[in-house]
């Protein structure tokens, strides 16, 4: 069976997606076959890499019409990693789409579909604690937090905590909390360091590994491509997805 | 009645809250006794306030213990501002909570407690298109679209407008589209740029008002404070604010 990681956060805009986007390149760059599952129903890895809203099936439509999630897995130009988008979907239809994917059993069987053919599925996901996180939550054995290095979003990590202990001990044992990934953070910044000591001080299971705060990423979203394609000169950031794929193969072990 | 605003974005982490927060004392500093309503399961208004999550009182106590709003209502050093927290929750009941504002008829019975002494009711929602925006669409007559300058977040941005026209045309004929707001501009940086001349030239409504990055908001949410009270040199991103709040006043009328 894959390991299945959750990109999680209450707060949102704290870089969930940017972490999905190049964190599963890396992992797949390791050699880990990697499946990419978007489960927001903004469809936001189709829009980061520039697609258009209604480009891609993918989720939506194996809920909607029955599809066979092979039939819509899209290929990458990188070899071992393959992208289960959002799919189409109307944004008049979110809750129907909260309400299918929520469904007892429904996201179990959706993901037991790339069990055969992939070692590692990463699953992005809205912000908050919603129907769409909390059935992620109860389907997968690996739960990554996405903190931004400020004072506002460290104020609703006990939120996530909270949830994920709950969720452990009443629907899915298997549960852990892989590790409080440390995003956009500006060491320069005094506001910043507080945060990252309050981090570092007060929780268990914060990675190694954190993502700076870099325009790389606002131009990467600019182009529609994860940082290993923008070209040019190698971002120095890409080098920290690197390490972090490295220390989650270290931890899925 | 009290003009009810909603301030609303797809898109999670756009400043949503922060335009929230500091744009309700603009508002009554105008003298328009304004009412800031946190209706987002994370409670980030009173985060932002630095007030601890289980300190308010507010809309989940209304809910579930039938309290009067009055009774929860928390006046502030503004006069002519108060605020309905989102009140004690626990981030295991966050689905319930979402059920509860979404039932047929509860947010306009809340919401209709503050005509009284209110003109304005300004109800900060979490990010997305699920049960809680699109109860505060069908029951508030104004929405505001909180667009951050960047090309992720403005792809997304046709979502929110097709079910503000879907709601207009299928719930509340009342609702109209107050504007979009452009926030964290950063005029100096190309992908920012890009951005703010894909709003000019592609959307109807964008307001003349923008909100410029600054760290300032960190700094403020690192204290708990709205920017007007964060002390010492008046920040001039607060007369943004001023003329947000003077613009809006004027598209009310
Ligand atoms: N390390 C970073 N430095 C600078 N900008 C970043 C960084 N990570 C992400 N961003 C930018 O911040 C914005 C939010 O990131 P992203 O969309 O990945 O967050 P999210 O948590 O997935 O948001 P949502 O709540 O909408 O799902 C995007 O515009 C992205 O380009
Ligand atoms: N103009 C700005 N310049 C710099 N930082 C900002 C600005 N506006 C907001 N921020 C910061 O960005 C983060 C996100 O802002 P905020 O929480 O207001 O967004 P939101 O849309 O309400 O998020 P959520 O989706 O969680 O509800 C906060 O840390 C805030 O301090
Ligand atoms: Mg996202
Ligand atoms: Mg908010």
Redesign the interface.
């Known amino acids: 069976m894959a390991d299945r990681i959750v990109v999680t956060s209450?707060?949102?805009?704290?870089g969930k997606?940017t972490v999905a986007l190049n964190l599963a390149p890396a992992l797949a760059r390791r050699g880990m076959r990697t499946a990419l599952v978007d489960l927001d129903?903004?469809?936001?890895i189709a829009?980061?890499l520039?697609k258009g809203?209604t480009e891609w099936r993918g989720v939506a439509d194996v809920l909607v019409q029955q599809l066979a999630v092979r039939d819509v897995l899209v290929r990458t130009k990188e070899p071992g990693l393959a992208i289960l988008p959002r799919g189409r979907l109307?944004?008049?239809d979110?809750?129907e789409f909260?309400r299918g994917v929520a469904e007892a059993g429904v996201l179990d069987r959706v993901l037991a579909e790339l069990d055969r053919d992939f070692d590692v599925v990463l699953v992005d996901t809205?912000?908050?604690?919603?129907?769409i996180p909390?059935a992620a939550l109860a389907a997968c054995g690996w739960a990554l937090a996405i903190e931004?290095a400020?004072?506002?979003s460290l104020?609703?990590i006990?939120?996530?905590l909270?949830?994920i202990e709950?969720v452990k001990g009443d629907e899915n044992p298997g549960l852990e909390l892989l590790g409080i990934l440390p995003t956009m953070v500006e060491l320069s910044?005094?506001?910043?360091q507080?945060?990252m000591v309050t981090l570092w001080s007060g929780f268990a299971g914060v990675l190694d590994a954190t993502i700076p705060r870099s325009?790389v990423f606002?131009?990467a979203?600019?182009l529609?491509l994860p940082l290993a394609y923008v070209g040019g000169k190698v971002p120095p950031e890409l080098r920290r997805f690197d390490a972090l794929a490295g220390e989650i193969e270290g931890l899925l072990r």
């Not at 209450?10 to 704290?14: D, H, R, Y």
């Open positions: 209450q707060k949102g805009g704290v997606t129903p903004q469809g936001a829009l980061s520039a809203d109307d944004p008049t979110v809750r909260e809205p912000s908050g604690l919603g129907a909390r931004k400020e004072a506002l104020r609703s006990s939120q996530i909270r949830v709950h910044k005094e506001f910043s507080a945060a325009d606002g131009r979203s600019h529609g």
